[in-house]
Structure formats: C-alpha cells, structure tokens
T-cell receptor, first 113, second 111 residues
Framework: NAGVMQNPRHLVRRRGQEARLRCSPMKGHSHVYWYRQLPEEGLKFMVYLQKENIIDESGMPKERFSAEFPKEGPSILRIQQVVRGDSAAYFC???????????FGEGSRLTVL | TQLLEQSPQFLSIQEGENLTVYCNSSSVFSSLQWYRQEPGEGPVLLVT?????EVKKLKRLTFQFGDARKDSSLHITAAQPGDTGLYLCAASGAGSYQLTFGKGTKLSVIP
C-alpha cells in the first residue's frame, strides 16, 4: 500500500507565476489535509477536503490560494501569482476517517525567486 | 489560537545519554500527538495520548500526558544517532480535526 504521494517534490517559480501542488492520498483514504511549514516554524493547517468538498479552508489565505479534491484524481493546491513569502514546504496528509491518524506525504518544497 | 510551546528548541547530546523534551500549552486538549520528522521528509506519527496522566512507551521512548491535558513530555533513554531528527508535538481540541503543531525540538545525537 503506497503512502501519500506528493509531486513535485521541489518547485521553483518566479514571482507572479502559478504553482500547482498535487497530492494522491493513501488508498482508501477520502480525507485530505494540507499544511504549510515555513522555515523555523511549525506546520500550519491550511485546508481540509473530502472527495469533491472543501470542509474547512479557514487556514488558507483568502486570495491567490485554492484547493480541490475531485472525484477522480489527486488533490491539488493551487497558488496564483506567487510571492516570495509563499516559499515553504507544503505537506499533504490523508486519513481514512475524520478523526483518524494522519499520514503525511514527503512534502512539496516551493521556492519563489 | 491555541499555542504549543516546545522546549528546548535545539538539543545536542552524546550517544547513550538520556534526554527529555517538553510540550506545553495554556489550553486543554482532547488529544496530543508526537511526531518525528527527518530532513526532507514528512512527519511520522510516534504516539497519540488522550487521557490525563497517561504514559505510553515505545521501546526507548516514554511519552507522558499531563494530568490537566495541557502539557506532555517525551523522554528518550540511551539515545542513539538514529534518534536524530525534529520532534514535533501536535494537539487538537474537542471536536476539532485541525492539528496545532509546536515548532519542534531539533535533536542531534552525536556518536
């Protein structure tokens, strides 16, 4: 059973470009969470999704950030018009149930030049 | 906003020594988790504690949840170089699925 798969592992973008980060949850997991880890900071909750539904996006900036988890395919975290402050490691986690154990992916490291 | 304070922030010890790291908050949590994260990887769950005063052991690691469910400690006996990593505590409130993470304790065990 493969773990949570995130890609790309590393992404470099220039200011103003778009970044798309993908997350395939573990097989059988329908709950997906995105967390952001800034240098020297703890992980911060961004958004919680179930298949085709955003359950809680209270941790996600109102502008430029969006997330989806379609019926088919991976969950996608999209950042439009990136700025240097968006540089961080973005972790996806999945769970088989709403209060179940979280399994984290290896993260996608975004660098904005 | 619930905050989790972890101490110490950095810890460097010799192989074979014992150590304790702490996770403290002014808030009460329904459960608390400890994770270990290695460079370039995601956090991996070590343990979940839910009951005040609970003690759990995982080989050389001993986890304790405070009686008031506001704090926790992780004790490692006879540390080994393989224990090197970032130790994170995370907690959630009642009915919440959001995890609040501490900034972590970066442990280096020198051979």
């Amino acid at each position: 059973n493969a773990g949570v798969m995130q890609n790309p592992r590393h992404l470099v973008r220039r200011r103003g470009q778009e970044a798309r980060l993908r997350c395939s949850p573990m097989k059988g997991h329908s709950h997906v969470y995105w967390y952001r880890q800034l240098p020297e900071e703890g992980l911060k909750f961004m958004v919680y999704l179930q298949k085709e539904n955003i359950i809680d996006e209270s941790g996600m900036p109102k502008e430029r950030f969006s997330a989806e988890f379609p019926k088919e395919g991976p969950s996608i975290l999209r950042i439009q018009q990136v700025v240097r402050g968006d540089s961080a490691a973005y972790f996806c986690a999945s769970s088989p149930q709403v209060d179940g154990e979280l399994f984290f992916g290896e993260g996608s490291r975004l660098t904005v030049l | 906003t619930q905050l989790l304070e972890q101490s110490p922030q950095f810890l460097s010890i010799q192989e074979g020594e014992n150590l304790t790291v702490y996770c403290n908050s002014s808030s009460v949590f329904s459960s608390l988790q400890w994770y270990r994260q290695e460079p370039g990887e995601g956090p991996v769950l070590l343990v979940t504690v839910v009951t005040g005063g609970e003690v759990k052991k995982l080989k050389r690691l001993t986890f304790q949840f405070g009686d008031a469910r506001k704090d926790s400690s992780l004790h490692i006996t006879a540390a080994q170089p393989g224990d090197t990593g970032l130790y994170l505590c995370a907690a959630s409130g009642a009915g919440s699925y959001q995890l609040t993470f501490g900034k972590g304790t970066k442990l280096s065990v020198i051979p």
